[in-house]
């Protein structure tokens, strides 16, 4: 190994349950998982065609941490998700050994330039700048899957200085957990460190500095942050 001419930055690490850390190698979103999310959005949800985008490992934001508002938008916006981490290898995987993949889950914030990704949008540009950005990955203590029941009914909660904004259940996403992987791996090979948010409920909106977001989905650890 040659010397480098300066140091790597290394992965980012989510907490684990009572382990070691989860080291972040890749983050894949799922669009429009939601059907009132993307209705409020203004579009109806193509069941046939999940969509990705993605953001850096180096977007994220510890759970617990102030996030700075961002620069070159007037328009932050919350969007409270379910995280997947990977934990294992799938290329190709079936629909049926798709969750093997699954190290564990975790509460995430998928922060967004939303006037940045509506100019995108308009002008059929891509959505980096609206959704890939420091600090704009916001993730929670992860736990293992084994320590999970059934989960599949588990509400999805964010409130915004106590109050609630965003509501639904992890049942009406349009494609699984196990779908999504399933899809994915057909695209990518998916690798331990790899992180999967599987999109947002209904709800979106502003947030502006002196906000506090608390997200809970079942007994996951809650994400949470301040906007300053
Ligand atoms: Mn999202």
Not at 83 to 88: D, K, S
Not at 149 to 160: D, E, H, M, Q, S
Request: charged content about 20%.
């Amino acid at each position: 190994m040659t010397d480098t001419v300066f140091p790597p930055r290394p992965a980012p690490i989510i907490p684990v349950k009572g382990q070691s850390g989860f080291p972040v190698a890749r983050i894949f979103c799922v669009g429009r998982n939601y059907a009132a999310h993307a209705a409020e959005m203004g579009h109806e949800v193509d069941r046939e065609a999940p969509f990705y985008f993605t953001k850096s490992a180096h977007a994220i934001l510890q759970s617990g941490q102030d996030m700075p508002y961002p620069p070159r938008t007037s328009d932050l916006h919350h969007e409270m998700e379910l995280v997947v981490a990977i934990g294992t290898k799938a290329r190709d995987v079936a629909l049926d050994q798709a969750i093997d993949a699954v190290f564990g889950y975790a509460c995430g914030l998928d922060m967004t330039r939303r006037d940045l990704q509506a100019q995108a949008k308009e002008k059929r540009r891509p959505w980096d700048t609206g959704k890939d950005f420091e600090n704009a990955a916001i993730i929670a203590p992860i736990t293992p899957a084994a320590e999970l029941g059934a989960w599949g009914g588990l509400p999805i909660r964010l409130t915004v200085n106590g109050l609630v904004t965003q509501e639904a259940r992890l049942s009406d996403m349009v494609w699984s957990v196990r779908e999504i992987i399933a899809d994915l791996s057909t695209l990518y090979t998916l690798m331990p460190g790899d992180l999967i948010m599987m999109g947002t409920p209904a709800g979106v909106g502003p947030v502006v500095a002196g906000d506090v977001l608390h997200g809970t989905i079942g007994d996951l650890d809650p994400v949470t942050t301040r906007i300053v």
